[in-house]
């Protein structure tokens, strides 16, 4: 942790009193912390024993050297943002992404990965509200330290106590670790379905949305490495900082990969490329009171095998979408197609392309396997990240 910028942030429950001790744990460490209290934090525990602590003022109000923009500064130097413990009023604000104090803004204005410890009163974790709230900060790849199981300042026992300080330091840990864990990587990613037109209106493709790509690519970029994204037709937004290069169809796919794919040092391709497309596009639209028409189709290229003979050091990864025989079929891809690793996707049930949960397995040589689990798209994408990572130092 030595020179590392953590901010803590400290909302006002009873458990405020042990983030003063994980701030001593943490500067003893090395860290630099600089310190947020909410207003009701300041009447659990005075700024005056954080600021003595970690040897530097703590900060209390947005409105607090206005000229020097401090929820600007605390957020772009952060690395980690640690809010210990987080309320269930601070979890709601979260979730809603209000900014109506000094850590509100913070935590909307910082790219660094956020953690929470969440300590509060057994009903009030466990109402439906709290729940919801805690599942949306997951969904969004907050790191949620879950409280633990045990006496309760209203002297009750049950869940709802702060998470140990070695927990909320291994985890503080472990998103330092992984904060730039990318830098140095050049990543190239395909995503979303491809449209093969059959006239000027109509089109094959596939449910695919991108999701899973886009994941891959916003984690890529918080850790660190320069993305080049190459993405098919769909709503949803490419991360900001990625090169995002837009396509329609398998053959513009092929293109804008084949000019990107030289200086890549990992690919993973989890676009849905259709695999065949119209032999002939109309011009014009096919009217109705034509002839039923038919559709001859003809090959597109494969954009994934095609990389895999021509390696150049590129770490390659591709992606199997099976209803059926998943891993069997995931092998014998990653064989076909010259792949350094494989990942499997399930999308016969309800994790069907769309959709925000995913389970994905990793499959590489001939036995390798790591489960990556189930979760959000954007948790696996993390997940996946450091399983590529964790491959990769392997071979070298
Ligand atoms: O053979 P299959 O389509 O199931 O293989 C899936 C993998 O191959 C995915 O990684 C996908 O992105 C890639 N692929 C491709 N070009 C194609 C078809 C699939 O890059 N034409």
């Known amino acids: 942790m030595n020179g590392r910028r953590i901010v803590l942030g400290v909302s006002g429950g009873i458990a405020a009193y042990k983030a003063a001790a994980l701030a001593s744990r943490l500067v003893q460490r090395g860290a630099e912390v600089e310190v947020i209290l909410t207003e009701d934090a300041q009447r659990f525990v005075g700024a005056a024993t954080f600021a003595a602590l970690v040897r530097r003022p703590v900060h209390t109000s947005l409105w607090e050297r206005v000229e020097e923009i401090p929820h600007i500064r605390l957020a772009r130097e952060a690395e980690v943002l640690a809010i210990v413990p987080a309320t269930a009023n601070t979890i709601a604000q979260l979730a809603a992404g209000l900014a109506h104090d000094l850590l509100g803004n913070v935590a909307l204005a910082t790219r660094a990965p956020l953690m929470i410890a969440p300590a509060m009163n057994t009903v009030m974790l466990e109402h439906a509200a709290t729940q919801a709230n805690l599942a949306t900060l997951r969904a969004r790849g907050v790191t949620i330290v879950e ?118 040092t990992v690919t993973i391709a989890t676009a849905a490329v259709a695999d065949w497309r119209p032999a002939v596009a109309h011009a014009r639209k096919v009217k109705k009171t034509e002839s039923q028409p038919a559709i001859a189709l003809e090959p597109n290229p494969d954009i994934l095998a095609e990389l895999g003979t021509r390696k150049n050091g590129t770490f390659l990864i591709g992606f199997a979408a099976e209803t059926e025989a998943l891993e069997a079929n995931a092998r014998e891809k990653l064989v076909r197609k010259n792949c350094d690793a494989i990942v499997v996707n399930d999308v016969s049930g309800e994790r069907a392309f769309g959709a925000v949960d995913n389970a994905l397995v990793l499959l590489w040589g001939a036995h390798g396997r790591r489960d990556l689990g189930s979760g959000s798209k954007r948790e696996l994408a993390a997940r996946l990240w450091d399983a590529i990572l964790d491959l990769k130092r392997q071979r070298a």
């Open 147 to 264: 409280p633990g199981v045990g006496f309760l300042a209203e002297r009750e026992h049950g869940p709802g106590r702060l998470a140990d300080e070695e927990q909320l330091i291994e985890a503080i840990e472990s998103l330092l670790r992984r904060a730039q864990d990318l830098a140095g990587e050049r990543v190239l990613i395909t995503a979303g379905p491809t449209r093969e037109a059959i006239d000027p209106v109509r089109f094959l493709s596939n449910a695919a949305t991108g999701t899973q790509g886009i994941e891959l690519a916003r984690e890529a970029l918080a850790r660190g490495a320069e993305v080049d994204l190459v993405l098919g037709p769909t709503p949803l937004e490419p991360p900001p900082g990625a090169r995002t290069i837009r396509v329609t169809s398998a053959r513009e796919m092929e293109a804008a990969v084949r000019e990107r794919a030289a200086d890549a």
